[in-house]
């Protein structure tokens, strides 16, 4: 492990510690995480109580009982592009996860402490990369086709759930630009994080990837928090070949801070709903300078993310109602960003039928735009050999219906997306795709 890594972390955390000893609440209810979520978190399904097992023959509440609660999901998206893209296919992408969440309150009476153990394994095909050709891959669980070791993590909850501080293999993107909303779509450009971000900075995880890392999250309020994380940025560590098992902390530092007001999230809060998050990442690791072809240490950027239920459908407790939600990132430095600037705006509606209060419906628009550095390479290499393409920008429509079976436990969804100007050249025709996403939890 490099010194200035130990060196940068170790300052982090301290500061980061320090801050969150000082740390006061003016309201100390909080909502619980995912009840008030218009989707569910990373690769949860909208009920997690909810089993199409059921009790596994009394397996899981034994397990539940002494504070190990275990989650087995399913994931596939099924998808094909029958006009546009390089040529016309259809694959299958699929993800099987576990998850091991270890309550050491239970276990050995620590008190706000758990430790969380999870894993995939990941088969199938990539339609874009096969067919299209594009940049943003149409299925969100595509990636890492291997098994994979994700979280060994531990989290500490401190003065009345105010701070948590957590340690381990962690992934970035389980934290950091999140919206409940991002998860209803397949669209990879959504899901689970808006995806600019890894054009620009090698040393972003997210499922299922992670590296070593150390976050802590205070509350200065009940509806306010401020976060930040320290991590292992080296890329290699995500090779198939290494399983998510390759511990070494080689890497340059990747560092992320964010801050969010949660309107309307407590239990006794009567207004809508909503989600406001700015955060500011750095990379320090090295990158080729698209003028000079000289490398260059470090890159960094900013971003925007919100979500807001704008009506209300039925009772006051209803989760039912009609929201928006937009992402906008910049990573300024075109000389060594490939996507200065990306976006995504969503309408997104749960319980539009009162007899499926839990179905949920999206529409939502991805948009990259290539730098202007990277195009100027482009045309330069171009003059040598005409196959190069200049990349300007790549945009995603998609539309998307989930339907909930078996009390959330199974669910449908029909899904079309329409990609203009595949892989950002104008060489490729623009592509429809259809399909479905299927998920279970077990």
Same mark, same amino acid.
């Given at each position: 492990?490099?010194k200035e890594?130990?060196?940068r972390?170790?300052i982090v955390?301290v500061i980061?510690?320090?801050?969150?000893?000082?740390?006061?609440?003016q309201?100390?209810?909080?909502?619980?995480a995912?009840t008030?979520d218009l989707?569910?978190?990373?690769f949860?399904? $909208?009920l997690?109580r909810?089993? @199409? +097992?059921? *009790?596994?023959?009394?397996? &899981?509440?034994w397990?539940?009982?002494? #504070?190990?609660?275990?989650?087995l999901t399913?994931?596939?998206?099924s998808?094909?592009?029958?006009s546009g893209?390089q040529?016309q296919?259809f694959?299958t992408?699929?993800?099987?996860?576990l998850d091991?969440?270890?309550?050491l309150?239970?276990?050995?009476?620590l008190?706000g402490?758990?430790?969380?153990?999870?894993m995939?394994?990941?088969?199938?095909?990539?339609l874009?990369?096969?067919y299209?050709?594009?940049?943003f891959?149409?299925?969100?669980?595509?990636?890492?086709?291997t098994?994979?070791l994700?979280? $060994?993590?531990?989290?500490q909850? @401190? +003065?009345? *759930?105010?701070?948590?501080l &957590?340690?381990?293999?962690i992934a970035? #993107?389980d934290?950091?630009?999140v919206?409940?909303y991002n998860?209803?779509f397949?669209?990879n450009?959504?899901d689970?994080?808006?995806?600019?971000i890894?054009?620009?900075?090698?040393?972003?995880?997210?499922?299922?990837?992670?590296?070593w890392?150390?976050?802590?999250?205070?509350?200065?309020?009940?509806r306010?928090?401020?976060?930040?994380?320290?991590?292992?940025?080296?890329?290699?560590?995500?090779?198939?070949?290494?399983?998510?098992?390759?511990?070494s902390m080689?890497?340059p530092?990747?560092?992320i801070?964010e801050?969010?007001?949660?309107p309307?999230?407590?239990?006794?809060d009567r207004?809508?709903i909503?989600?406001?998050?700015a #955060?500011f990442?750095?990379?320090?690791?090295?990158?080729?300078d698209?003028?000079?072809?000289e490398?260059?240490?470090?890159n960094?950027?900013f971003y925007?993310?919100?979500d807001?239920?704008?009506?209300?459908?039925?009772?006051q407790?209803?989760?039912?109602?009609?929201?928006?939600?937009?992402?906008?990132?910049?990573s300024?430095?075109?000389?060594?960003s490939?996507?200065?600037?990306?976006?995504?705006?969503a309408?997104?509606?749960?319980?539009?039928?009162?007899?499926?209060?839990v179905?949920?419906?999206?529409?939502?628009v991805?948009?990259?735009?290539f730098?202007n550095?990277l195009?100027?390479?482009?045309?330069?290499?171009q003059q040598?050999?005409?196959?190069?393409?200049?990349?300007?920008?790549?945009?995603?429509?998609?539309?998307t219906?989930r339907l909930?079976?078996f009390k959330?436990a199974l669910?449908?969804q029909?899904d079309?997306q329409?990609?203009?100007?595949?892989?950002?050249?104008g060489?490729i025709s623009?592509a429809?795709?259809l399909?479905?996403?299927?998920?279970?939890?077990?």
């Amino acid at each position: 492990m490099h010194k200035e890594f130990r060196v940068r972390v170790s300052i982090v955390i301290v500061i980061l510690y320090c801050s969150a000893a000082v740390a006061r609440s003016q309201d100390i209810t909080e909502a619980s995480a995912g009840t008030r979520d218009l989707a569910p978190s990373p690769f949860k399904l $909208v009920l997690p109580r909810e089993h @199409l +097992l059921g *009790d596994w023959y009394g397996a &899981r509440t034994w397990l539940e009982d002494r #504070g190990i609660v275990p989650t087995l999901t399913f994931v596939t998206d099924s998808l094909g592009n029958p006009s546009g893209g390089q040529e016309q296919g259809f694959t299958t992408a699929n993800n099987v996860g576990l998850d091991l969440n270890f309550d050491l309150e239970k276990l050995c009476g620590l008190e706000g402490g758990s430790f969380l153990l999870s894993m995939s394994y990941r088969f199938g095909g990539s339609l874009s990369a096969n067919y299209i050709h594009n940049a943003f891959t149409v299925q969100q669980v595509f990636g890492g086709e291997t098994f994979h070791l994700i979280n $060994v993590a531990y989290l500490q909850k @401190l +003065l009345d *759930d105010r701070v948590e501080l &957590r340690l381990g293999r962690i992934a970035t #993107g389980d934290d950091f630009l999140v919206s409940p909303y991002n998860y209803v779509f397949v669209q990879n450009g959504f899901d689970g994080n808006p995806v600019g971000i890894f054009f620009n900075s090698p040393g972003m995880t997210a499922y299922p990837n992670d590296t070593w890392g150390a976050l802590v999250k205070v509350r200065p309020t009940a509806r306010t928090y401020i976060m930040g994380g320290v991590y292992n940025g080296d890329p290699s560590i995500r090779d198939n070949s290494n399983n998510g098992a390759d511990f070494s902390m080689d890497g340059p530092l990747f560092a992320i801070g964010e801050i969010a007001y949660q309107p309307n999230s407590l239990p006794g809060d009567r207004g809508l709903i909503g989600n406001y998050k700015a #955060g500011f990442w750095y990379d320090n690791s090295r990158f080729s300078d698209f003028n000079t072809g000289e490398f260059e240490r470090g890159n960094w950027g900013f971003y925007t993310l919100f979500d807001q239920v704008l009506v209300r459908f039925g009772e006051q407790r209803s989760y039912r109602g009609f929201g928006v939600a937009g992402s906008f990132l910049v990573s300024p430095d075109q000389s060594i960003s490939q996507m200065p600037y990306f976006f995504t705006a969503a309408l997104v509606t749960r319980g539009i039928f009162p007899s499926r209060p839990v179905d949920i419906i999206g529409l939502g628009v991805v948009y990259g735009h290539f730098s202007n550095d990277l195009q100027n390479f482009q045309r330069r290499a171009q003059q040598l050999d005409p196959n190069v393409g200049v990349q300007s920008h790549e945009t995603v429509l998609e539309l998307t219906y989930r339907l909930a079976l078996f009390k959330s436990a199974l669910y449908f969804q029909p899904d079309l997306q329409y990609v203009f100007r595949p892989g950002g050249t104008g060489r490729i025709s623009d592509a429809l795709v259809l399909g479905a996403q299927v998920g279970v939890n077990f």
